[in-house]
């Protein structure tokens, strides 16, 4: 593990980063339960398309360390429904994460365990700055193009998927009239407390 500090660079057009340790490649079947359109999900996973790829520099789970690489969420919808992370809570619920879009357009759908919510959008050179405590999904809502993001985060975050893949995210980003929209999940339940 390098202890002396490094450069390294991310190319927007090619979409890579000159130093990584880890290349995760997320499919349809990953997501199952997501999407609202449950038959179109079905269809779909005859393809299994590929949904989202990160490639992450790793360092030690440690507080201080810091984790950052990309996420490129490529353009594509399941029904009505855009192309998107799984997204998660940080384990270390106080964690807070900056992304920074290099490419694309997109955006962060987010709650809190109080069921609060926010949707930010995301456009080349657009800083999102994810408080802690908020969940947080990647939409890319271009139909043509990848959604490229730098992101930051603590490398003791930790990540829980599980409390999403249960209860879902609040807000869902839809192509409606060949325009995004945000329309409230009907499937959404908010934790128990
Ligand atoms: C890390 C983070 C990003 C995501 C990536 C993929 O805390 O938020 O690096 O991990 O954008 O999304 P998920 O992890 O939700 O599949
Ligand atoms: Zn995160």
Redesign the pocket.
Known sequence: MQQHPFTFSVSVPEETLSVFDKH?V?RLSAMQGQYLDTQAFKTMLSQDPVL?E?Y?INRPELAGEL?N?I?IVHPGKIGEEYFM????F?NLLATA?VYYCLKGDGMMVMETPEGEWAVEELHPASVLYVPPRWA???VNTNPHDDLL?F?V?PAN?G?D?GTIEQHGFHQLVLERNGHPQIVENPRWRQQER
């Open positions: 995760i997320r989202y990160v992450e984790m690489g996420t992370t799984k997204g998660h940080h994460e947080h999904r990647s993001m992101f985060y975050a990540h998927y």
